[in-house]
């Protein structure tokens, strides 16, 4: 069964500081990832998506994510934190059947200034 | 295009009630989906329509949840008999194409 794992319910950093959010995918095949952002009260903002094209996916608000078939990761990353990322974060794989989109459990990202 | 429009935002209901929700996606979709998400966790996939075809149900839709999509424009989804466990953030999502989905805002559901 495919799945997704994100290894941290919270990540907290200061404002200007990088952003590491963990992700690690299970999959029989080579799965197409995405990550979302979800600000409260608002509906979920793709940030940027792999399709097995370059592992190294560039996205919105300068986040980007690398894809390691190795370590089965997907990790999403930006330079420098700015308060308005604070938001919560999904890592989601696309089932490979059908158009199913399966959601890890989120990473709530604090930003402190 | 206003994106994908969900009515209504908030329900609060009494349990034992039932409740329809409505989703109007970017109308040149043809595809539709609805999830489900509850508190804490990610969303969860309920049920897909193609057109006005519902092409696949989750195990989680129990015989208390109908999803239509009729002429394959907006659709609804009711809960009949509503429990406490029913009560989550209700997600619709279009797309035209198998990577471009768009979610709407969702809507609230609270059971009493």
């Known amino acids: 069964a495919q799945s997704v794992t994100q290894l941290d319910s919270h990540v907290s950093v200061s404002e200007g500081t990088p952003v590491l959010l963990r992700c690690n995918y299970s999959?029989?095949?080579?799965?197409?990832l995405f990550w979302y952002v979800q600000h409260p009260n608002k509906g979920l903002q793709l940030l940027l998506k792999?399709?097995?094209?370059?592992?190294l996916v560039k996205g919105i608000n300068g986040f980007e994510a690398e894809f390691k078939k190795s370590e089965t990761s997907f990790h999403l990353t930006k330079p420098s934190a700015h308060m308005s990322d604070a938001a919560e974060y999904f890592c989601?794989?696309?089932?490979?059947?059908?158009?199913?989109?399966?959601f890890g459990a989120g990473t709530i990202l604090r930003v402190k200034s | 295009d206003t994106g994908v429009s969900q009515n209504p935002r908030h329900k609060i209901t009494k349990r034992g009630q039932n409740v329809t929700f409505r989703c109007d996606p970017i109308?040149?979709?043809?595809?539709l989906y609805w999830y489900r998400q509850t508190l804490g966790q990610g969303p969860e996939f309920l049920t897909y329509?193609?057109?006005?075809?519902?092409?696949?149900k989750s195990r989680l839709l129990s015989d208390r949840f109908s999803a239509e999509r009729p002429k394959g424009s907006f659709s609804t989804l009711e809960i009949q008999r509503t429990e406490q466990g029913d009560s989550a953030m209700y997600l619709c999502?279009?797309?035209?194409?198998?990577?471009?989905?768009?979610f709407g805002s969702g809507t609230r559901l609270t059971v009493v």
């Open positions: 999502a279009s797309s035209t194409r198998p990577y471009g989905y768009t």
């Open positions: 999959s029989s095949y080579s799965p197409s």
């Open positions: 792999y399709t097995s094209a370059a592992t």
């Open positions: 989601v794989l696309r089932r490979e059947y059908g158009n199913k989109l399966v």
């Open positions: 109308s040149e979709h043809n595809r």
């Open positions: 329509f193609q057109n006005e075809a519902q092409l696949e």
